[in-house]
DNA sequence: ACCTGAACACCGTTCAAGT
DNA sequence: ACCTGAACACCGTTCAAGT
């Protein structure tokens, strides 16, 4: 009577988000169940779907939830360090919340079915490209941002799945690595000669 | 009588990878059942298990060979049109093969269990090391061709998740696109100069 | 050896019903 | 409005049995 929660729930829809996000981040996508949810939610498998029409809403809203955070420490590190620093945020995201930046970016998720998923991910992308087109300015320099862009995801995904070999860090700490890594690269159409 | 099939199939596990490749690219690896791929095998449900000990290792299994494929195209632009034909070939492999190139990059797989699966991808790797090894000697220029795999890595998965806006082409051909935008980036290290 | 059918414990989703 | 329990058609996997 007093320690059952009450019939109506009230707060449903973040314990859920919650919920499922432990669950992601612990057990990964495979074992992201509605059902599984729900039952740490505390409420039938059922009760979900009056906050998510299917499972993939309940994961779009997750992704969605992570571009929102990646975009945030992006921002935030452009703020203190600069375009390196960007960079460099971008990879730690990866690395810190591997099942949420898998999730984002697996392609699991029909993107063209949710809106707010695809509106938060390309706000991302053109905090990314603002953040360039000082240095990277016309045509050549659109090309070069998709391809900083490029390198900074595709060192992520590769780290992730732990296919840079570790004999690649040389004795360096990761963060080090992956700071020489994005240094090693030049762009060719940059207006000052700038690194990454 | 004549029209069955014999009670010993013979051939099944070929059978069953080629009806799992084309579940695999027709409806994505979410629709990628074992009991499905024995349907279309012709088989019980159960038969897959004399030749795989689970759905992971059937998935593995074409996961390598997407690997070996892979690593042959690779191996076949090179020796026509050298390292910048290698790049473009890694990305065509991407876009053509989208539901396979996920499976081996998607972490949906436990890498450490399957040993052939680890071994298939780290030989397309070293290729690719070989390749660019002339050009990016010493230290720095490891990191430089780690940079460049995640350079082609990540243009392939952006443009598979459609991240990359159609007004990025500004009228060209896709193909021409990836061109100019592997073309956009230096190598500090390099020893002539020369472009990705 | 290789294949089958029944069984178990899971899914996502739908539906009729309760408060 | 919000939640529940039963039901349906699926899974992966295991087991006892057939040839």
Same mark, same amino acid.
Not at 6 to 23: E, F, I, M, V
Not at 41 to 51: D, I, K, T
Not at 138 to 160: E, K, T
């Given at each position: ?45 059922? &009760?979900?779907? !009056?906050?998510?029409?299917? @499972?993939?809403?309940?994961?779009? +809203? #997750?992704?969605? =939830?992570?571009? %929102? *955070? /990646? ?22 995201? &990866?690395?810190? !919340?591997?099942?949420?930046? @898998?999730?984002?970016?697996?392609? +699991? #998720?029909?993107? =063209?079915?949710? %809106? *707010? /998923? ?79």
């Amino acid at each position: 009577m007093s320690t059952s929660g009450p019939y109506h729930h009230g707060d449903l829809r973040p314990a859920l988000l919650r919920a499922a996000g432990q669950l992601l981040e612990k057990q990964g996508l495979a074992a992201l169940s509605l059902r599984e949810t729900a039952r740490r939610a505390g409420v039938s498998h059922n &009760a979900p779907y !009056r906050h998510f029409p299917d @499972r993939g809403s309940l994961l779009a +809203a #997750l992704a969605t =939830a992570g571009f %929102a *955070a /990646l975009g945030t420490a992006m921002q935030e590190a452009a703020a203190h360090g600069g375009l390196r620093a960007m960079g460099e945020a971008y990879v730690r995201f &990866a690395l810190e !919340r591997p099942q949420r930046f @898998r999730l984002m970016f697996g392609g +699991a #998720l029909p993107i =063209a079915k949710h %809106a *707010a /998923l695809r509106e938060s991910a390309t706000r991302v992308f053109e905090g990314l490209a603002q953040a360039l087109a000082p240095q990277l300015a016309g045509p050549a320099g659109r090309d070069a941002s998709i391809a900083a862009w490029a390198l900074v995801h595709g060192l992520s995904q590769l780290l992730l799945d732990e296919r840079i070999a570790s004999s690649a860090l040389r004795g360096r700490e990761r963060d080090e690595m992956v700071r020489a890594v994005l240094g090693s690269i030049r762009f060719a159409a940059a207006k000052p000669q700038t690194p990454a």
